[in-house]
């Protein structure tokens, strides 16, 4: 504690045999400071609030209508706002560029009128405001109201012109598409008309229907063998009978294999032919018993069996021939219907979309979509927000404070002179005695007088300062 109140005394000391050095100092740095803060050039703020208000339509219309959200404006706000293009828009309305000296000086002045733009936003009000800082209060308030109208226009213009452009749009693609269902549907009657039948049919009955021939076939065959062998027993010339009925076999199974123009069905045909010839001049002769009724009968049956023979093999190969091009026909077919409901989903989609887009072009047209609302236009500022006098005149005072002890702590420090007893033992030297100073009354009377001087001088001066630092202080309040 005791060293404490030393070092507090040494120091009080040190500025008291050195207080025409601190004041000086002090008072100068905070002259300096507070001329230095009316040098400065002044700068004032012009700041607009603008309200992005929901429009009760759009609430109403939603679903029906395309338009943006607040959040989705709220996003590129900033950007739109400080974009070159409308900041080079409101110079040229405002006249800005009376220079004209070329693209440098343009874009200095660009660069310059965003660094001094603070767009401020509030999600959750949706609200943003615009400050602008300038050392001309006319421009300031002028530029700021003239940037957020222009965005506005801009804003409003731009939403027109997509609304338009994509109602246009829209309407082209309908119609596009309007012509690719026609074609659609077209081709999937076209295809209906020419292989419907095809389509259409049902492989399961046409199975059936092929068996049936099948064992109609078989029975046939079954018949004719019977009717075969009866003729064979009633004929007399059995072997002729044989022959011919051996040729009829082997003819069959010829033409099972072959085409009628292959050489040994045509010469098994001549040699049936030139044996029935034969037989049917026995039977003119009297040489035949094939003359009888029951024989008639039986070759005409026989040779109905062989018509229907060939009848269903007919339509066994015409069921086969079908049944190898259903699958084909209904493949196509389903082709050409699912690409008709897919032209048909798309035509829906763009008619609904269409809607959707006339709505909202009429919105944007009579300005029923998301209005801004201007709620605090910018007016001109009367009090300059730069330079902060009273934060620099108190920060004057306190920089002259410490920059008069901090040269008065140089100063002594400077100095080479034995200042206490300390330094003498720090050095090893033995000290034996201490000599007060003596000191002379009369030449105390005179320093008290300059010291009295001194502290009346500073203290004025102190106090005018503290006035100019009460004026700023009125000003600021507005009692000024």
Wanted: aromatic share 6%; proline share 3%.
């Amino acid at each position: 504690m005791a060293s404490s109140e030393f070092d507090y005394s040494k120091y009080l000391t040190l500025l008291k045999k050195n207080k025409f050095v601190f004041t000086v100092t002090a008072l100068a740095v905070m002259t300096m400071i507070a001329i230095a803060s009316y040098l400065l050039p002044k700068k004032y703020e012009a700041k607009s609030t603008v309200f992005i208000e929901k429009s009760v339509i759009g609430e109403l219309v939603k679903g029906l209508a395309i338009t943006p959200s607040v959040e989705d404006k709220i996003k590129v706000l900033t950007y739109a706002i400080n974009s070159r293009t409308l900041i080079t828009k409101v110079i040229d309305e405002l006249d800005l560029n009376t220079k004209k000296t070329g693209d440098a000086y343009t874009e200095s002045l660009i660069a310059s009128l965003q660094k001094n733009t603070v767009i401020k936003i509030k999600d959750k009000e949706g609200l943003f405001i615009i400050s602008f800082q300038d050392s001309n209060p006319k421009l300031a308030r002028d530029y700021v109201n003239t940037l957020v109208r222009r965005y506005i226009e801009e804003n409003m213009s731009s939403k027109r012109e997509e609304s338009y452009g994509a109602t246009k749009f829209l309407t082209e693609q309908m119609d596009t598409f309007k012509d690719k269902l026609m074609k659609a549907e077209e081709a999937v009657s076209s295809f209906k008309q020419r292989e419907g039948s095809s389509a259409a049919m049902d492989t399961t009955m046409l199975l059936k229907e092929m068996n049936d021939s099948q064992q109609r076939l078989d029975d046939n065959k079954i018949k004719q063998s019977q009717l075969e062998t009866t003729l064979s027993t009633m004929s007399r010339a059995g072997s002729d009978s044989n022959k011919l009925t051996a040729l009829h076999n082997r003819l069959e199974e010829l033409q099972r294999q072959y085409t009628d123009s292959y050489p040994d069905i045509i010469k098994t045909k001549e040699e049936i032919a030139a044996l029935e010839g034969q037989t049917r001049k026995g039977r003119k002769n009297g040489s035949s018993a094939g003359e009888s009724p029951e024989y008639t009968r039986a070759a005409s049956e026989l040779r109905a069996l062989r018509q229907a023979e060939a009848n269903l093999r007919v339509v066994v190969s015409k069921n086969r021939s079908l049944l190898h091009s259903v699958p084909a026909a209904k493949t196509s077919l389903e082709s050409l219907e699912r690409e008709l409901q897919t032209q048909k989903v798309l035509y829906e989609q763009f008619v609904a979309r269409q809607g959707q887009s006339e709505v909202s072009k009429q919105m944007e047209v009579q300005d029923k979509s998301t209005n801004f609302r201007i709620v605090d236009p910018a007016i001109m500022p009367i009090q300059p927000i730069s330079p902060d006098r009273v934060k620099l005149i108190l920060m004057g005072i306190l920089a002259g404070l410490g920059a008069g002890f901090g040269l008065v702590f140089l100063k002594d420090q400077m100095n080479p002179a034995i200042k206490s007893v300390d330094t003498l033992k720090a050095m090893g030297l033995n000290v034996l005695a201490i000599i007060p100073s003596i000191e002379d009354p009369q030449q105390q009377v005179i320093q008290a007088k300059k010291d009295r001087i001194l502290y009346a001088c500073g203290g004025v001066y102190f106090s005018m300062i503290l006035g100019v630092l009460a004026m700023e202080v009125l000003k600021r309040a507005g009692y000024l």
